[in-house]
């Protein structure tokens, strides 16, 4: 019978519930139980994909074309799994989706509450992620107390109730802070945070305590008492250097012993020793490179998360520290292309409308005649063959159709099929799209391969009425999308490492398994700051 897991959060947001959730997910995996995730976000939005990345974070796009929570990002890189729209659901989209069902008639003229229409609908959701798997990891997004999270908190509730307390499973993370004034470790929040859980019917079997310390066995003693949960399972979830060490410490913690314990799961030892090596290799470098990203929305490091992880994840392969300089893309637009005078790589990530464009092409012009080591990702290649077609073809008034509408040399123009659309949800080239790779150039000799399939997100392509004159002027178009023949890489000869792609790579990136794009842009950052 499938195991259920809960995860909830307490206190504020921002504590890592994704991290802790990937992280069982991590021990699990390495006794051998076959899993799955769920990330409930209570926001009405139908999904973030309209969402500032200031309000929410990255976008993570999935293989099935969902724009899903950051946190699949963290489920995917910590265990073997590969998520779908399955595995993300909003407050929005299960009442979008009851609201469908009310409008059809499927209800048969029944009153549509919340109870039991609502956690039925959210129910629904667990079981279909549930199948053929051992384990399904649930995280309840917000915070207990927000009225948001209130049905799906419910929901869970009825589960122990109809499942049992051998199949379910509810772990809580919280905070204990440390008062420097005092002197003193806090427990009072996490007191109050798990009362307000068990003011709604749900007392948490496992804490998971958000601090900078080990906690003492006293603390945890005085935890467990007010709280109602065994001393053994007030786990210390301590601050770390890299997120990477966080299944470490939850296995020295004995987490994964309580689950297989809580779950009447056979007992099995958790192999890790690949996770220790990995940290290893990122707490003992050898070296380490600067990468200047310029970007958007440098100012919150969350709305790149794939991104980051990706170009450490390259680092690691190397044995190499990543250090990310974050320059913002208007400060270059300014004149100040000085900012990049340090950079041993040059990566612009992905992002819309024209904000901070053309302190991107600043930046795309330094790399190409300062032989720096470039990487242009989705808007990053855009703006790269923009530069190319304005600089080296002389065609001074090419742009993107998104960034200027009126300009005659439309190097980007919007998906013929979005023509008339003006509704901005899901209105993308989404997901997972095939590319063929020409033998003779850096992404085969990167890839190994002559097809890859890669995710994007994107609303314009390349206009191929300027396919002939790049080639002819000397940059390479390396990948093409056999369907549509629509241009997916472009590269430049001559160049250290120059290279631009229309799909986004970093959601492919393991920490076992490095992007080869990543892992080949860092060699040859590093390589530069050698020759440097």
Partial sequence: MTKYIFVTGGVLSSLGKGIASASIGTLLESMGFKISFLKFDPYLNVDPGTLSPYQHGEVYVTEDGAETDLDLGHYERFTSITTSQANNWTAGRIYASIIEKERKGDYLGKTVQVIPHVTDEIKNAIFAVAKDVDVVIVEVGG?????ESLPFLEAIRQMRMEQGSKNTLFIHLTLIPYIPTAGEIKTKPTQHSVKELREIGIQPDVLLCRTD???????????????????ESVITAKDVESVYEVPLVFHQEGLDRIIVKYLDLPERRANLENWIEMVDRIKNPVDEVDIYVVGKYTILADSYKSLVEALRHGGMS?????????????????????????????????????????????AVTYAREKGVPFFGICLGMQCAVIEYVRNVCKIKDANSEEFDSSTSNKVFMKLTE????????????LGGYRCVLDENSLAYKIYGRKEIVERHRHRYEFNPSFQEMIISNGM??????????????????????????????????????????????IEASYKYKRRR
Avoid: Y
């Fill in 418 to 429: 979005l023509k008339g659309i003006d509704l901005m949800g899901g209105t993308m080239r």
């Fill in 213 to 231: 310390r080990f906690l003492s066995k006293e603390i945890k003693s005085k935890i467990a008492l007010f709280t109602n949960v065994a001393m």
């Fill in 318 to 362: 190397h044995r190499l520290k990543v250090n990310i300089k974050w320059v913002k893309a208007e400060e270059v637009e300014e004149g100040n292309e000085s900012l990049l005078k340090e950079a041993h790589g040059i990566l612009i990530p992905g992002g819309f409308d024209k904000r901070g464009i053309e302190g991107m092409i600043k």
């Fill in 143 to 147: 915070t207990v107390g927000d009225i």
């Fill in 476 to 521: 390479k178009v390396s990948g093409i999308n056999p369907e549509r023949n629509l241009v997916e890489i472009v590269e430049l000869q001559g160049h250290p490492w120059f290279l631009g792609c229309q799909f986004h790579p970093e959601f492919r990136s393991k920490p076992f398994s490095p992007h080869p794009l990543f892992s080949s842009f």
